[in-house]
């Protein structure tokens, strides 16, 4: 892994820690020949044309798709959790959804520019 990537996830706050270890994990189990590089100061994961980052916020990790499709189900499932557009924000308090971020991670990489209707 890319040393800035390493840094990153170093210093990550205890509270947040387990939360963006995890997302990492999930993203590499999903698809191990993924590479992890920093773009927009975020640990980015690509494959193929898709992409997902992570990112240590004041009060919660996120998870970027950039892609409102993507999120649609997650939403439908997770109402509890806070989103953005494209993304999922996971407050310190919300339990990771492990079943319903994976079919996100799955959406952002292998359909990074469809909608679920096509």
């Known amino acids: 892994m890319d040393s800035n990537v390493t840094a990153y996830f170093e210093s990550v ?3 947040r ?7 990492h994990t999930l993203v590499t189990d ?16 690509s494959h193929g044309a898709g ?11 996120s998870l970027y798709t950039c892609n409102a499709d993507h999120l649609v189900l997650f939403k439908e499932t997770c109402p509890e959790i806070k989103t953005g557009k494209g993304c999922i924000n996971f407050r310190d308090r919300d339990q990771l ?14 359909r990074p520019k469809a909608s679920l209707s096509s």
């Open 13 to 15: 706050p205890a509270e």
């Open 51 to 61: 992409w997902v980052a992570i990112a240590n916020q004041k009060k919660y990790v």
């Open 97 to 110: 959804p492990e079943l319903a971020v994976k079919e996100v991670i799955k959406l952002a990489m292998e």
């Open 30 to 45: 999903l698809f191990p020949d993924v590479s992890v590089d920093m773009r927009y100061k975020m640990p980015t994961y």
């Open 17 to 23: 820690k387990e939360k963006v270890e995890r997302l």
